[in-house]
């Protein structure tokens, strides 16, 4: 009998193409890895990895196998689903990965709209959001909150999952509470701003690439920029007096004192933040109820961020 948990390390390796790259995407040990690709050997009863001195590959009987996995793990999970739905009642842990900012503004949600189903226990790791898709992919989570800045949200990615937009999310500019822009009265003129020092993103991260779209028209890059990673960090550096950043506004969920948001320009880059989830494990009790608390949550969290950038006050 196949161990449907080495399937999914056969995948990953297949994906990933060494034993320490899948250990570290999958949070192993690359000798508890190699262990575990042994046991499907002898279970399978052939080699499927040509190992040599300095390399490891499929050999044919491991691609063969690997052309199964995909629909061996998605029949059983659908089973499970199919078996579990048929109960009724969510039960189970839930496993939902998310990044930072998403983390800190849907977990008090999250948790509070699971709280009646007594028998869902609920595991929130933070992730970056290809991290926690990946996680999602391979069945190491159930759910992963997600981010795009493409201007548009497949249904599905690959067939094998499925993905539901929740939000759209602009970004807002973030500036020092003695900021002139500070006060709302002011307008706010990016073309004025670029003899500032900004801090942002290092290349690479998603909101880079937005701020870059942003400044396009004026030039594409401030005189001075501040790279570092976090919007947390960003946001205690603007709160210091350091600069001044453009962020997404589920960055307002951070609290970061010091610091004031305002709304930028009309046509602003906005990121879609959507939940991805295994497509044969969405009818699932504890999932589907997961999936429909956080849409409650992002109707919740879009009004009350709306309602934080329109008072006069701004946030703090």
Do not use: C
């Not at 067939?159 to 759209?168: A, K, N, P, T």
């Amino acid at each position: 009998m196949l161990d449907f948990q080495r399937l999914r390390v056969l995948r990953e390796f297949a994906r990933r193409g060494t034993i320490a790259a899948t250990a570290q995407a999958l949070g192993y040990t690359a000798s508890a890895i190699s262990q575990q690709l042994a046991s499907l050997e002898r279970e399978i009863g052939t080699a499927l990895l040509d190992r040599h001195a300095r390399s490891v590959e499929l050999t044919d009987a491991g691609r063969r196998l690997l052309g199964h996995a995909d629909g061996i793990l998605s029949a059983v999970e659908a089973a499970e689903s199919d078996v579990a739905a048929a109960a009724g009642e969510a039960a189970g842990q839930i496993t939902v990965t998310a990044f930072p900012s998403a983390a800190v503004a849907f977990a008090p949600r999250l948790a509070g709209g699971l709280r009646p189903h007594r028998r869902v226990q609920l595991v929130l790791r933070q992730a970056a959001g290809a991290v926690g898709t990946r996680r999602v992919s391979t069945g190491d989570a159930d759910v992963a909150l997600a981010e795009g800045w493409s201007g548009s949200v497949p249904d599905s990615l690959g067939g094998r999952l499925r993905v539901r937009r929740l939000l759209r999310d602009p970004l807002v500019l973030a500036v020092p509470k003695r900021h002139r822009l500070a006060d709302p009265e002011r307008p706010v003129e990016l073309a004025a701003l670029l003899d500032e020092s900004w801090i942002v993103a290092p290349p690479g991260e998603p909101s880079r690439g937005g701020i870059e779209q942003l400044l396009a028209p004026y030039g594409g890059a401030p005189a001075a920029a501040w790279e570092f990673e976090g919007q947390g960090t960003i946001l205690s550096l603007v709160a210091r007096g350091i600069g001044i950043a453009a962020v997404p506004s589920l960055a307002l969920a951070l609290r970061t004192g010091g610091v004031r948001f305002r709304q930028l320009p009309e046509d602003v880059p906005v990121r879609d933040i959507y939940s991805v989830v295994r497509t044969a494990s969405i009818e699932r009790p504890s999932v589907a109820v997961t999936l429909k608390v956080l849409a409650d949550a992002a109707t919740t969290v879009e009004r009350e961020l709306s309602s934080l950038l329109e008072s006069r006050n701004g946030a703090r």
